[in-house]
């Protein structure tokens, strides 16, 4: 259905990015993308990259159209101008007669990082860029697996009120309410991957999926687990979209394992983050107890941080939240918002 939409040329990008929203999680080591066609003021098409070797947004969208002459077309991502698993978007761009397009991000691979554009602009095609933090923040993680070829790092931590995050001895507790829960869920649904420990699994046997009313999705996830002393009979072998143990190199190889370097204080952690980058994995989502938490912080590992805040206490005897206190200290100037009955703030560094 047509649809008229009297706006700027940053709605229109606006729209592209919901519709992006909606698979990110799901493209890796592809990014997310969205494009809308418009026309005399109307969107006459939509499009998204919804996996590794589906059509580009771009193309999606346009062969849902027939000759779209004179119209404008906006993205979220500079347009592709290579052959992979699928053919050029410049190509599709140039043949339906796109008069002019505005794109969100400059594409930071280097077979694109602004080729897409000199393509459409010798082709005589109109290029404009506008700039949006929404889409600069949707894009993160993607230009730093670029530059890095490591994962952006994103860790969870729920504490009480008294700054626990178990019952004595480590068994779990339920801190945060159903708010929070399904937020997290959200949180792993548009994830690449989760990486979590073998210590965390068999104190509380998690599914690390995605639940909605509407069904479940399932995630690669990777386990810390130094002398693979994690039992088969966990749930996360039936849940998960695939498990990876992340062992030590004294640990017989398998399928299942990849051998990771060891250092006095266990696995190499930023050898774990270049394994993990080498899978293609953009974002990458951290569900794990206070050590992993601590380790991540202090190797400077991590790059978001959720806090979770309950207003309930768990007592003296429970097993405490990170011990860093550069992070304890980070927790007060953190602006906390109401997430049903608990809080939640994020921390991000300062400087990126």
Not at 49 to 70: I, M, N, P, S, Y
Not at 160 to 188: F, N
Not at 276 to 301: M, R
Not at 303 to 312: D, G, I, M, T
Request: glycine share 8%; net charge neutral; charged share 20%.
């Amino acid at each position: 259905m047509l649809r008229r939409m009297d706006h700027e040329p940053i709605d229109f990008l606006k729209k592209a990015l919901i519709l992006a929203q909606n698979y990110r999680g799901f493209c890796a080591p592809n990014p997310a993308v969205g494009a809308v066609v418009v026309k005399n003021g109307e969107i006459i098409a939509e499009g998204t990259h919804q996996g590794v070797g589906t059509w580009h947004a771009e193309r999606d969208a346009l062969l849902k159209v027939g000759l779209a002459k004179g119209a404008d077309l906006y993205v979220t991502l500079e347009p592709c101008c290579h052959h992979g698993r699928t053919p050029p978007c410049t190509d599709s761009i140039i043949e339906k007669g796109i008069r002019r397009v505005y794109y969100g991000f400059l594409d930071p691979n280097p077979i694109m990082a602004g080729k897409g554009i000199a393509t459409l602009q010798a082709a005589g095609i109109e290029c404009y860029p506008i700039s949006h933090y929404s889409i600069e923040q949707f894009y993160q993680s993607y230009a730093h697996w670029w530059k890095t070829k490591r994962p952006f790092v994103t860790a969870k931590i729920a504490l009480s009120a008294d700054y626990k995050i178990a019952r004595e001895g480590g068994k779990p507790a339920r801190i945060t309410g159903e708010a929070l829960s399904q937020w997290t869920h959200t949180q792993r649904q548009h994830t690449d991957a989760i990486l979590t420990t073998a210590t965390t699994l068999m104190a509380d046997d998690s599914q690390l999926n995605a639940r909605f009313p509407h069904g479940t999705i399932s995630k690669p996830v990777f386990v810390l687990d130094r002398v693979a002393r994690l039992p088969l009979d966990r749930k996360i072998f039936k849940t998960a979209q695939s498990v990876k143990l992340l062992v030590s190199r004294n640990i017989p190889a398998s399928h299942q394992t990849i051998s990771i370097e060891e250092k006095e204080d266990g696995l190499n952690l930023h050898q774990v983050m270049e394994v993990i980058g080498q899978q293609g994995i953009h974002d990458l989502w951290v569900e794990a107890g206070p050590t992993l938490f601590d380790s991540l912080w202090k190797n400077h590992l991590l790059h978001r941080v959720w806090v979770y805040r309950s207003s309930k206490t768990l007592g003296e005897k429970a097993l405490p939240g990170p011990q860093s206190s550069d992070f304890i200290n980070q927790l007060a100037g953190l602006q906390w918002t109401a997430c049903g009955e608990d809080q939640i703030a994020v921390w991000e560094p300062s400087e990126k």
